[in-house]
C-alpha cells in the first residue's frame, strides 16, 4: 500500500523560505511521478510542482517559477519542495501526491495517492 506523509510547513515572513518533505513507502513499480499540490482557503487545488521517478523530469505551475524547486533523495524515499521568496498567496495546505505511471502527468485529477496535507502560512 502505498503512503505519503508530508511534514516541514509552518508559519514564515513574507520573502522566507521553507523546505517540504514528502516521504513515500509502498511503491511496487520504479515509475511514478509525485508532485506538490495546494489549496488555499476558498479557492480550488492546484498544482505546484512534480517530479517523475527515473529521470527526475520536473514540471511547475508558472506562478512559482524561480522560486521553488522539487527534489528527489530515493535513498531516503523522500521528495522535498523548496519554497524561497515566499509570498502570502503561497499560504495553503501542500499534498504531496503520486502515481504509477510512465509519463509526468503533474494533474491532481490523476493522482492516484495522497498525503494528509501540511499548512504553510505566509504572514508578517
Known amino acids: 500500500q502505498v503512503q505519503l506523509v508530508e511534514s516541514g510547513g509552518g508559519s514564515v515572513q513574507p520573502g522566507g523560505s521553507l523546505r517540504l518533505s514528502c516521504t513515500v513507502s509502498?511503491?511496487?513499480?520504479?515509475?511514478?511521478?509525485i508532485g506538490w499540490y495546494r489549496q488555499a482557503p476558498g479557492k480550488e487545488r492546484e498544482g505546484v510542482a512534480c517530479?517523475?521517478?527515473?529521470?527526475?523530469?520536473?514540471e511547475y505551475t508558472d506562478s512559482v517559477k524561480g522560486r521553488v524547486t522539487i527534489s528527489r533523495d530515493n535513498a531516503k524515499n523522500s521528495v522535498y519542495l523548496q519554497m524561497n521568496s515566499l509570498k502570502p498567496e503561497d499560504t495553503a495546505v501542500y499534498y504531496c501526491?503520486?502515481?504509477?505511471?510512465?509519463?509526468?502527468?503533474?494533474?491532481?485529477?490523476?493522482?492516484?495517492?495522497w498525503g494528509k496535507g501540511t499548512l504553510v502560512t505566509v504572514s508578517s
Open positions: 501526491a503520486a502515481k504509477e505511471t510512465l509519463l509526468l502527468l503533474c494533474r491532481d485529477y490523476a493522482m492516484d495517492y
Open positions: 509502498g511503491f511496487t513499480s520504479d515509475y511514478y511521478e
Open positions: 517530479i517523475r521517478s527515473f529521470d527526475s523530469k520536473t
